[in-house]
């Protein structure tokens, strides 16, 4: 309510993520020229595998602090990099909950929503050895531990909300101050980045940033960083100097994983917009019921769609979405993901009658 003009700025913020997706091909190639032209070194990974092995390859020392980021999650990531000796520790507190407990994100922005305060008080106890019973104390706490990792970590990996390809900046939003640390504090910055994450201008990004916050249900985020170089300083002589207080290096890892295929379909094209603001999952009666066990990496409605992109997953539930439309009306792209579950039940069962269903759905999108 305090800021009307989003629901404007969302429409075009639709148009921005469709010209981008529409341009896809030119705007990585820019972003990629881009980032070296900044001093940021730019990979473009073509699968998961792929990404995973060019990360690994990057680390130095064996402790990595993460962010949360659902473009990791994708490619597994962290038990990639577990299972090749690295310790990596999630700093974002939902998430750290959900490695100590070994589960996946239940939801893109708040993964552990499904856990009560009193068990995630159990949780967090046992791990940081706290006999607190008192949340505040026990946030207090893991702030402490986790600052150890802070420092002592050579490498932080962290996802990006957009990328600016004009100029090479890519944009994180968060509440925490977990990936401002993240980034800066350990020599080197690692960051995945889907290629639909990029659009072109800095003026389109911050648009589409303002978007994601607010439809994630903030009227502020607590930060929002924008990373454009590695850490500089030019205060000796006039000569640049990388790594002065924050990281001296930076990587950013392009990630295919899919997208370019989607982008060349009509129907699934529409699912690379997803800026990942979590809304549909809220206004969504299925998820509602099964949370994130409505979904392999993503979840919910929109979550099937991408793990059909990214994974060629396709099971049944994609027949668990009911068609109603709702999460199109709350969506700031107006993705219809009824129209592309229709779309993914044709694809399981090419004999499916596509419109043999009789009901009459709200905002039904079958034609
Ligand atoms: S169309 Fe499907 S995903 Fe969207 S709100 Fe309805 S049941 Fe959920
Ligand atoms: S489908 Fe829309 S509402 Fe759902 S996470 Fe993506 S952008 Fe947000």
Same mark, same amino acid.
């Given at each position: 309510e305090k800021y009307p003009q989003t629901i404007e700025l969302a429409r075009e913020v639709r148009e921005i993520k469709k010209r981008s997706i529409d341009e896809l091909k030119d705007n990585i190639k820019i972003a990629m020229e881009s980032l070296e032209d900044n001093g940021i070194n730019v990979h473009f990974a073509k699968d998961g595998r792929e990404a995973n092995k060019l990360i690994y390859d990057l680390i130095d020392g064996n402790t990595v602090v993460k962010s949360k980021s659902m473009t990791s999650e994708e490619i597994g990531l962290r038990n990639f990099l577990e299972s090749n000796g690295i310790e990596v520790w999630e700093t974002d507190l939902g998430e750290f909950i959900i490695q100590i407990l070994n589960e996946k994100p239940?939801? &893109?922005?708040? $993964? %552990?929503?499904? @856990?009560t305060k009193d068990r995630i008080v159990e949780v967090l106890q046992k791990e940081i050895n706290s006999s607190s019973y008192k949340i505040q104390e026990i946030v207090d706490e893991v702030r402490k531990f986790m600052r150890e990792k802070f420092v002592s970590a050579r490498v932080g990996i962290t996802g990006a909300n957009v990328l600016s390809a004009e100029t090479g900046s890519l944009i994180l939003i968060e509440n925490e101050g977990n990936i401002r640390l993240t980034s800066t504090l350990p020599e080197k910055h690692i960051a995945i980045v889907g290629v639909e994450k990029i659009v072109y201008g800095l003026s389109d990004a911050l648009k589409v940033a303002e978007v994601t916050w607010r439809f994630a #249900?903030?009227?502020? $985020?607590?930060y929002v960083d924008i990373i454009s170089t590695p850490s500089k300083t #030019?205060? &000796? +002589?006039k000569v640049v100097i990388n790594g002065m207080h924050g990281a001296k290096e930076v990587h950013v890892i392009l990630l295919d994983n899919g997208r370019l295929k989607a982008a060349e379909n009509d129907v699934l094209? +529409? %699912? @690379?917009?997803?800026?990942?603001? #979590? %809304?549909c999952m809220y206004e969504c009666q299925v998820y509602q019921n099964l949370s994130g066990y409505w979904g392999e990496n993503y979840v919910g409605g929109i979550g099937i769609v991408w793990d059909y992109i990214t994974k060629g997953l396709i099971n049944e /539930? &994609?027949?668990?979405? @009911? @068609?109603? #439309?709702r999460c199109k009306e709350i969506c700031p792209v107006n993705i219809d993901c009824a129209k592309i579950n229709r779309w993914l039940r044709g694809v399981t069962f $090419?004999?499916? =009658? /596509? =419109?043999q269903c009789n009901e009459r759905h709200y905002n039904c999108s079958v034609e």
């Open positions: 239940m939801h &893109v922005i708040t $993964p %552990a929503i499904h @856990l #249900g903030y009227k502020m $985020p607590s #030019g205060d &000796v +002589e094209k +529409e %699912a @690379l917009y997803c800026l990942r603001c #979590g %809304a /539930n &994609v027949f668990c979405c @009911l @068609l109603c #439309g $090419p004999n499916l =009658n /596509n =419109n």
